[in-house]
């Protein structure tokens, strides 16, 4: 008995996974003016050999989304990882509109559940319509995850914090 009892707990231990980047995650909701901006390709975990991206004369490209005042965002390089595994599937540019919205929720115990604030951007693919935001204050950060949340397999965008430029 004692051993099924072991052989059950490591199999529920082992099974229980959790999003690693579910911490940093944005539960408060932010205004719709922090999220003005450019942000900046930072980093993927998706595909390790990948390490930048290049255009047809072998130029070093950084992928750039642009969220304007106006409800509409510009996509420019982005690298766009597709299916389950993830595998990625070159570079893509698209423009349309973008909403704030819950994107989804993040489970903290058994009576509480915070919401994570995300950015919707309308027209992209499924893979990339759900950007969510990260960090507890301004600047936020976009964070994509592909496949299995728990595999951290996440692409991030860093903010150009231009409020303290004048």
Request: glycine share 8%.
């Amino acid at each position: 008995m004692k051993k099924t009892f072991i052989i059950l707990l490591l199999i529920i231990i082992s099974s229980c996974q959790y999003d690693p980047y579910a911490h940093k995650f944005t539960t408060i909701e932010p205004k719709k003016s922090e999220l003005i901006g450019e942000y900046f390709f930072n980093n993927q975990t998706v595909d390790n050999s990948i390490d930048e991206f290049k255009d047809e004369n072998g130029g070093v490209i950084i992928p750039k989304i642009i969220i304007k005042a106006n409800g509409e965002f510009e996509a420019l390089n982005i690298p766009y990882f597709k299916g389950f595994p993830p595998k990625y599937n070159g570079l893509i540019t698209k423009r349309g509109k973008w909403i704030k919205d819950v994107l989804g929720i993040i489970n903290v115990g058994e009576k509480e559940n915070l919401k994570h604030w995300g950015i919707h951007l309308i027209e992209m693919p499924t893979e990339l319509k759900g950007a969510g935001l990260m960090n507890k204050k301004y600047p936020y950060d976009l964070i994509f995850t592909f496949g299995d949340p728990d595999q951290g397999e996440i692409m991030i965008f860093k903010k150009l914090d231009n409020k303290n430029e004048n």
